[in-house]
C-alpha cells in the first residue's frame, strides 16, 4: 500500500488520498480560507474523499472530525505567535534565562 502519514499536533494523520492530504494542509494553515464556507468546503472534500475509499458518510464524518481534534491539539510556540504581549514576554523569559546562567 503507498501511503504516507502527516503530522497534525499531536496526532499522526494517514490521509486517504492525495486530494485529502492538500485540503487538510489547506485547512491547517488557513491557505484560501476566508471563512466557514471555506472550511465547510474542505470538509465536504475530506468527507467524499473518505466515502471514495469504503466508508460511510457517518465513518468518513467522524474522520474529519477526529482530524479537527488534531489541528485543535497544535500549540503553537510563543515565539511564533502573533500576539506581541505573547512575543515579548518569551523574549523577556529568554533574557532572564540567560542572565541566570
Request: aromatic content about 8%; hydrophobic content about 40%; overall charge neutral.
Amino acid at each position: 500500500m503507498n501511503s504516507f502519514a502527516m503530522i497534525f499536533g499531536h496526532c499522526v494523520w494517514i490521509p486517504p488520498s492525495p486530494k485529502a492530504a492538500l485540503v487538510a494542509l489547506g485547512l491547517f494553515f488557513g491557505i484560501g480560507i476566508t471563512g466557514e464556507p471555506d472550511i465547510a468546503a474542505g470538509e465536504a472534500i475530506l468527507t467524499s474523499q473518505y466515502v471514495a475509499t469504503g466508508k460511510t458518510p457517518i465513518q468518513a464524518q467522524k474522520e474529519v472530525a477526529l482530524l479537527n481534534a488534531c489541528f485543535g491539539s497544535y500549540e503553537v510556540p510563543p515565539e511564533n505567535r502573533n500576539h506581541p504581549k505573547d512575543a515579548d514576554l518569551t523574549r523577556l523569559q529568554n533574557t532572564q534565562t540567560s542572565n541566570s546562567k
